[in-house]
């Protein structure tokens, strides 16, 4: 039906910090729509607590902030990419201001307050208090709203792309409404995948239910490769309480002086790595969980009590509040933390554009494997890969989009066809593989890993995805099924590659390959239908 099919220049799928950015940026040229399956300030940018990595300080350096980026990358980050993003951030920090970002400042001080994370060798993280990915995407979706080139589409989750009929050029891509349960085609000149990443193929997380790795899953089917998709960043300090489990812990109490203690009030990280609590995430969670598995405890303890109250409400103010809500007092007892699956270092393949495996696809933020994390993420060099990138990817688009030209195969794209489909009876399989997807992940392909667990956890998703693709070709849509096929899609992806990579490097590792080898490389998966 007419009203079920939409056209715009560019299609931006994610309403994030680098799907808002890229278009706001690209509606100065062109039309513009933005999907979000959910709200259109839900997903892992507005949860993102601790700030933004750029060299704004006279006595820091970029070939500083280069070095700890690699040196947290164990060996396998893409240089060039290193180079390029640590050189363009503060361009991207000081836009940011410009728009209106109010970031925190120091006491009695117009200068603005740096902190210091893990794996960093300066203070170099630009904030808002404890809340930076929820104020930058405040702001970004105040001027994206206003936008009149942009149209907006909430509670639209992306179901597939859509491909000429060579197969070698992205034409959009299919959503469902949520609203209505009606799937709508949206055909653009240029699609932007910034979806997030896949953290919510895990048990525990700390990410919001919206991390089901939608994109790179798309992206596959679609036909592009994946890299480095074993490396899976748990973060290290997430509150363990019943009633608020996936709570992050930011980083940044470590920076300011927090301190990782057994139930005992022991300090145990020093044992670990002469940075102790300063050091990189991937050393950090598995520490932790060394010691709750040596200690047979359910929780470690992160402690800042010793800071002045004061300093740790002003500083930390979400925090705060959220633990006091289920009884903790951050500036007088410790915070019970664990660890959680956190972010996907690794994802779609791109170039340094953003530019995927099939023109006119692009990949941003945290979908997209760019080469900047190698085997482990340096902290708060997320956002700032995302602007980045949404930058880098506007001006390709730009480059390359010419509006007055036909689009080819555009009159071959059809509507969706659900003619063949009935209504599910129940929906107790997608409850039971959503469960069960998470759990073998959790158990099996979580920080420590062997090749039994490995292929034990391939076995039986292999499995769980010919059980859920039947499922998804018999019924009508529901967003939990689309989410489920991605996850086990992603979850498949992940170990696989795990299972390709025969040392420990990073956030892999392997029990029965505990040396680094060299010379290592990122791992590269390519779909069946790239490789003929």
């Known amino acids: 039906m007419a009203h079920n099919h939409h056209h715009s220049d560019i299609l931006v799928i994610g309403s994030g910090i680098a799907g808002l950015s890229i278009a706001l940026k690209l509606a100065q040229h062109f039309t513009v729509t933005v999907t979000a399956k959910a709200s259109l300030n839900e997903g892992s940018s507005v949860y993102a607590q601790g ?10 350096s970029t070939t500083s902030h280069i070095k700890d980026t690699m040196d947290a990358g164990a060996g396998i980050c893409d240089p ?13 920090i000081y836009e940011l201001i410009e728009m209106g970002v109010a970031f925190s400042k120091q006491t009695q001080s117009d200068a603005y307050h740096l902190t210091k994370e893990g794996g960093h060798s300066h203070r170099r993280v630009i904030h808002a208090a404890d809340h930076t990915g929820k104020t930058v995407t405040k702001t970004l979706l105040e001027l994206v709203q206003a936008s009149p080139n942009i149209t907006l589409l909430p509670n639209h989750m992306t179901v597939d792309l859509i491909l000429s009929k060579s197969k070698d050029r992205c034409l959009g891509s299919y959503v469902l409404d949520q609203d209505n349960q009606q799937v709508k085609t949206l055909t653009s000149r240029y699609t932007v995948l910034a979806t997030g990443g896949a953290s919510k193929a895990y048990l525990y997380t700390s990410n919001p239910d919206t991390s089901t790795g939608d994109g790179i899953a798309m992206a596959w089917r679609a036909g592009c490769s994946v890299t480095n998709m074993e490396f899976n960043q748990f973060h290290p300090t997430c509150l363990y309480h019943p009633q608020d489990r996936s709570f992050l812990i930011s980083e940044a109490v470590r920076g300011e002086g927090g301190i990782l203690k057994l139930p005992s009030g022991k300090a145990f990280m020093a044992q670990y790595d002469a940075r102790a609590d300063l050091a990189p995430r991937d050393i950090v969670a598995r520490a932790i969980d060394q010691e709750m598995k040596k200690h047979g405890i359910d929780c470690v303890y992160l402690d800042i009590s010793h800071k002045p109250a004061d300093f740790i409400i002003h500083h930390f103010p979400t925090i705060y509040a959220r633990c006091l809500k289920v009884g903790i007092d951050i500036t007088q007892q410790a915070i019970p933390v664990v660890p959680a699956a956190h972010y996907t ?4 393949t791109t170039d340094k554009t953003g530019q995927t495996d099939i023109p006119g696809l692009f990949a941003i933020g945290e979908t997209a494997y760019t080469g900047l994390h190698g085997a482990n993420r340096l902290a708060s060099n997320s956002l700032v890969e995302g602007l980045v990138f949404a930058e880098l990817a506007y001006h390709e688009i730009k480059r390359q989009l010419n509006p007055s030209e036909p689009m080819v195969d555009i009159e071959s794209v059809r509507d969706w066809d659900d003619r063949y489909v009935t209504t599910p009876k129940e929906k107790v399989l997608i409850s039971h593989d959503w469960d069960e997807v998470r759990r073998i992940m959790w158990d099996y392909v979580g920080i420590v890993r062997t090749d039994r667990r490995l292929n034990r956890a391939l076995k039986r998703v292999e499995v769980l995805k010919i059980e859920i693709e039947e499922y998804y070709r018999a019924h009508t849509l529901n967003a939990d099924l689309l989410e489920l096929r991605n996850l086990a899609q992603v979850a498949e992806l992940i170990i696989k590659s795990a299972l390709q990579r025969k040392e420990s490097r990073g956030l892999n590792f392997n029990l029965d390959h505990p040396n680094l080898k060299e010379p290592s490389a990122p791992t590269q998966l390519i779909p069946s239908a790239q490789k003929a």
Request: aromatic residues 4%; contains cysteine; charged residues 20%.
């Open 51 to 60: 700030g933004i990595a750029a060299v704004l300080d006279p006595f820091d």
């Open 80 to 92: 060039n990419i290193v180079k390029l993003v640590a050189e363009k951030a503060a361009d991207a």
């Open 345 to 348: 270092c690794g994802g779609i």
